[in-house]
């Protein structure tokens, strides 16, 4: 976000965007060929921070760090114990 923490951000389409101030949103990334982002997190590792964005067009977890480069080594994990969702 131009060198700024964002304040929001948000994915639809592939595209992750976010706002820090002013009167427009910056899009950070656009794998719009490739994903259809449905929902972010944010998760730390020490002094590290990760974005951790649902792609569900190919069903994964895409893993970015704070300069929008893909990471590999983050993957998420779903546990087993965590309580299945019922609709």
């Known amino acids: 976000m131009a060198g700024l923490p964002g304040l929001f951000l948000w994915g639809e389409d592939g595209i992750i965007s976010g706002w820090n101030g002013g009167s427009v949103a910056i899009q950070a990334k656009d794998n719009s060929a490739s994903a259809n982002y449905k929902g972010l997190a944010i ?27 893909k990471i590999f080594n983050k993957p998420f994990r779903d546990f087993l114990f965590l309580p299945a969702m019922h609709h």
């Open 43 to 69: 998760a730390a590792d020490g002094t590290d921070s990760f974005i951790y964005a649902a792609n569900f067009k190919t069903g994964r977890i895409d893993v970015y760090d704070t300069a929008w480069n």
